[in-house]
C-alpha cells in the first residue's frame, strides 16, 4: 500500500512538472502510437527533423506514464538504481531547468512515444502533452496488450483517443495498410495524410527488397513515391517492412516540416540509427549471421520477421523463436499462426518458452518435418544447445517478447 501510494504521489508530480513544461517552452509535439513500430517511427522522424530543428526524442521504452514526462523534463536515457536517489535528483533538476532554463536552450520539437498497455492510458498522457502531429504506425489482427482490452477494436478504439482532440490546423500520419488504423481517418478534424505499400496512400512505399549478396545479408531498399515524385531509399544492417514503414513516416515528419521529398529521404538515409534488436544485422560466431529482433514480439512483428528470412538467401536459415506475451484468449492461435508461418522461410526451427511449443505445433502441421524442431523452456536452456550446433554461414533469425530473455542468446553467440 505504502509503494504504491509513493508511486502515485510521484507520478502526480512528474506529470505536473511536465505540463509546466510544456506550457513554459511550447514545444512542438509529436506524438506516436501503435501496436508496433513506434520506436522505429520516432527513430526516422528525430533523423528527418535533426538538421534542421533542436529535437529531443524519448529514449528506449520512455512511453508511460513515468517515460513521456522524463522525456519532457530532461535528457535522461535511464531509469538508474537506487531509485529514490534518482527520482529525487530527476525532480529537483527537472524544477531547477524549468525555473532557469532560457527558452533558446529548450527543443523545438519532442517525439514521444505514447504507449496504450491498458485503457486509458493514451487519455493520461494527453492531458500532460497534446501533440500538432500524431502518428498511428499499426495494430493488426491480434496485437499486443490485447488481453487487458475487451478485443482489437477495443484497442484500436483507445489508440484512436490520440487523434481525435486534435485542432483542424494540425496533422495525423496513418498506416494505410491497416484496416483498424485506416478507418480512424473518420475520427479527427486534423489533416490527414497516409503512408503504405497499397494503391492509394498519400506516401507509397514500392520496390521493397530484403537485400543479400553471396549469401550475406546487407539491408533493405525501396521506392517512395510523392505526389509523382520519387526517391530511391537504401538502408544497410537493417531488415524487414517495417524499416520501411518508419522511413515513411519520418519523410512524411520532413515534408510537413517544409523539406522535399528528396531532402527528407537523404536525411533520414544519413542520419537512421535503428534501435538496437530490432530486425539489426549483427555478426556471429563460426562465421554466422544473425538478425537481432530480440526486442519485443507480436504476431504482427513475428510474421514480419519471417518474411525477412524467407527473403534472404543463406547456406542454412534458422528461426530461434520464443513466446509472445500478453495475448490473452488469442494467444494460442497466435503461435500457432507464426509456426505456420516458420515453416514457410525456416530451415530449422527453435522455440523457447512454453507458448512456443504451439509455434512448433503449428509449424509441424504445416509440412515442417519433426527433426527440424527444437523446444526449450528457457533461455538459459537454448544457449549452449545453439551454440554447439550453429554451423559457418548460417542465418539466425531471433525474436520474442522481451521476457523470454532472448536477448541473451543473442550476446552468447555474436562475435
Known amino acids: 500500500m505504502m509503494k504504491r501510494t509513493s508511486i502515485n504521489i510521484l507520478k502526480y508530480i512528474l506529470k505536473r512538472l511536465a505540463k509546466l513544461t510544456v506550457w513554459r517552452f511550447q514545444p512542438e509535439i509529436i506524438a506516436i502510437t501503435g501496436s508496433v513500430g513506434k520506436t522505429s517511427a520516432k527513430e526516422a522522424i528525430f533523423a528527418a527533423?535533426?538538421?534542421?530543428?533542436?529535437?529531443?526524442?524519448?529514449?528506449?521504452?520512455?512511453?508511460?506514464?513515468?517515460?513521456?514526462?522524463?522525456?519532457?523534463?530532461?535528457?535522461?536515457?535511464?531509469?538508474?538504481?537506487?531509485?529514490?536517489?534518482?527520482?529525487?535528483?530527476?525532480?529537483?533538476?527537472?524544477?531547477?531547468?524549468?525555473?532557469?532554463?532560457?527558452?533558446?536552450?529548450?527543443?523545438?520539437?519532442?517525439?514521444?512515444?505514447?504507449?496504450?498497455?491498458?485503457?486509458?492510458?493514451?487519455?493520461?498522457?494527453?492531458?500532460?502533452?497534446?501533440?500538432?502531429?500524431?502518428?498511428?504506425?499499426?495494430?493488426?489482427?491480434?496485437?499486443?496488450?490485447?488481453?487487458?482490452?475487451?478485443?482489437?477494436?477495443?484497442?484500436?478504439?483507445?489508440?484512436?483517443?490520440?487523434?481525435?482532440?486534435l485542432f483542424s490546423s494540425g496533422f495525423v500520419i496513418l498506416n494505410f495498410d491497416d484496416k483498424e488504423v485506416l478507418a480512424m481517418k473518420?475520427?479527427?478534424?486534423?489533416?490527414?495524410?497516409?503512408?503504405?505499400?497499397?494503391?492509394?496512400?498519400d506516401l507509397k512505399i514500392s520496390s521493397f527488397e530484403n537485400r543479400s549478396e553471396n549469401g550475406k545479408p546487407l539491408g533493405v531498399s525501396f521506392k517512395?513515391?510523392?505526389?509523382?515524385?520519387?526517391?530511391?531509399?537504401?538502408?544497410?544492417g537493417v531488415f524487414g517492412k517495417p524499416h520501411a514503414y518508419a522511413v515513411a513516416v519520418g519523410t512524411l515528419a520532413g515534408l510537413i516540416h517544409g523539406l522535399n521529398l528528396v531532402e527528407a529521404a537523404e536525411f533520414i538515409s544519413a542520419n537512421y540509427q535503428p534501435a538496437k534488436r530490432r530486425a539489426n544485422l549483427i555478426f556471429g560466431i563460426k562465421n554466422t549471421y544473425i538478425i537481432d529482433d530480440s526486442y519485443n514480439a507480436s504476431p504482427l512483428s513475428m510474421k514480419a520477421a519471417l518474411e525477412i528470412l524467407g527473403d534472404l538467401k543463406a547456406a542454412r536459415k534458422i528461426a530461434v523463436l520464443g513466446d509472445m506475451l500478453e495475448l490473452g484468449r488469442y494467444s494460442v492461435e497466435a503461435h500457432m499462426e507464426t509456426g505456420k508461418e516458420a515453416a514457410k522461410s525456416a530451415d530449422i526451427l527453435i522455440t523457447v518458452g512454453p507458448r512456443g511449443k504451439f509455434i512448433a505445433e503449428g509449424a509441424k502441421n504445416n509440412g515442417m518435418s519433426e527433426h527440424k524442431i527444437l523446444s526449450f523452456d528457457t533461455a538459459e536452456e537454448l544457449i549452449p544447445e545453439i551454440k554447439k550446433n550453429i554451423r559457418e554461414k548460417d542465418l539466425i533469425l531471433v525474436k520474442a517478447s522481451r521476457a523470454v530473455g532472448l536477448d541473451k542468446a543473442v550476446d552468447e553467440i555474436k562475435k
Open 224 to 236: 517512395l513515391e510523392y505526389r509523382g515524385s520519387f526517391v530511391p531509399v537504401v538502408l544497410r
Open 186 to 201: 473518420e475520427k479527427t478534424r486534423a489533416k490527414t495524410i497516409t503512408f503504405g505499400f497499397s494503391d492509394g496512400a
Open 49 to 165: 527533423l535533426k538538421n534542421s530543428y533542436r529535437v529531443r526524442k524519448a529514449s528506449e521504452n520512455f512511453n508511460n506514464e513515468l517515460g513521456v514526462p522524463l522525456t519532457i523534463l530532461g535528457k535522461w536515457q535511464k531509469i538508474e538504481r537506487p531509485l529514490s536517489w534518482f527520482w529525487l535528483k530527476a525532480l529537483v533538476f527537472s524544477f531547477l531547468r524549468l525555473i532557469f532554463t532560457p527558452r533558446a536552450f529548450y527543443p523545438d520539437v519532442l517525439v514521444l512515444e505514447y504507449g496504450a498497455s491498458k485503457p486509458g492510458d493514451i487519455k493520461y498522457l494527453l492531458e500532460i502533452a497534446k501533440p500538432k502531429i500524431a502518428v498511428i504506425t499499426a495494430i493488426g489482427n491480434t496485437p499486443v496488450h490485447v488481453e487487458f482490452y475487451e478485443d482489437v477494436s477495443g484497442v484500436a478504439k483507445e489508440k484512436s483517443k490520440l487523434i481525435e482532440d
